[in-house]
């Protein structure tokens, strides 16, 4: 029954999706296990920085405007006027940096990569996606944002692993969860879906082999959990399991 249920969902989570920073790792598979699904998405829109190298499809520098421009051209251009339903923001860098070799530049390029986004230039690709469902309430078959966030960003959960200062990349990850709140409040009423979802430490580039998790396993668990979303989990924070997570 678990089988037959995970196909039924894949069968219904988005006819088109775009994943950023999907040259490696989560975002990689992400597009694999979509693709590989019996039922896939009509489109999936695998987006990376530098698109030349065997796996890239179309290219998107989440820092540079131009490039998020031409991306939608090029994504507009096969959707035609159906627009897009799935953005997944997976791009992100990671930084080690602690107190004591903290650098400003530092701070303001992670920042610049994990939440200047790419979701005002797909905006209006979503708004139509919703339009043009012929569905009510909110879900990933409509039109959704979902940013892969992080438990390390969880100003609620800090004290529990200050073994990892992570100065940069944990503040870059909490302003990106204000984002997603934000954008769940402001976007509701358009008929789109927001949240933020913690892929669990995998292992993966950013991960490490010390991670516990095979990155096959978290991607099945998100995907699980995005097509459970809805009007009542919009603005949430869920884990790739599927359980809520302190702000």
């Known amino acids: 029954r678990g089988e037959l249920r995970c196909i039924c969902i894949m069968a219904v989570l988005a006819r088109s999706v775009l994943v950023t920073g999907s040259n490696r790792g989560i975002g990689l598979e992400l597009v694999r296990q979509l693709a590989a699904s019996p039922w896939p998405p009509h489109h999936i829109f695998a987006t990376c920085r530098h698109p030349e190298g065997p796996r890239g499809k179309v290219s998107v520098d989440t820092v540079n405007v131009p490039s998020i421009q031409g991306a939608v051209r090029a994504v507009d251009s096969h959707l035609k006027?159906?627009?897009?339903?799935?953005?997944?923001?997976?791009?992100?860098?990671?930084?080690?940096?602690?107190?004591?070799?903290?650098?400003?530049?530092?701070?303001?390029s992670v920042f610049a990569t994990n939440v200047v986004g790419t979701l005002q230039e797909f905006l209006p690709l979503l708004e139509k996606a919703a339009k043009g469902a012929g569905k009510e309430g909110l879900s990933c078959s409509r039109a959704a944002v979902i940013n892969v966030s992080t438990k390390l960003g969880s100003i609620g959960l800090c004290l529990g692993v200050l073994q990892a200062p992570m100065y940069p990349y944990r503040a870059s990850k909490a302003a990106q969860n204000m984002v997603t709140r934000c954008l769940a409040v402001e976007l509701q009423e358009k008929g789109i879906?927001?949240?933020?979802?913690?892929?669990?430490?995998?292992?993966?580039?950013m991960g490490?082999?010390?991670a516990p998790l095979m990155v096959e396993h978290s991607v099945r668990g998100i995907l699980t959990v995005l097509a459970s979303l809805s009007q009542d989990t919009s603005g949430t924070f869920?884990?790739?399991?599927?359980?809520?997570?302190?702000w």
């Open 208 to 210: 490490t082999e010390e």
């Open 238 to 246: 869920l884990d790739w399991e599927g359980n809520s997570l302190p």
């Open 81 to 108: 006027d159906q627009g897009l339903n799935l953005l997944i923001n997976n791009a992100g860098v990671s930084s080690h940096a602690t107190l004591h070799s903290l650098d400003s530049q530092e701070m303001l």
């Open 193 to 205: 879906l927001c949240a933020a979802i913690h892929p669990g430490w995998v292992k993966t580039d």
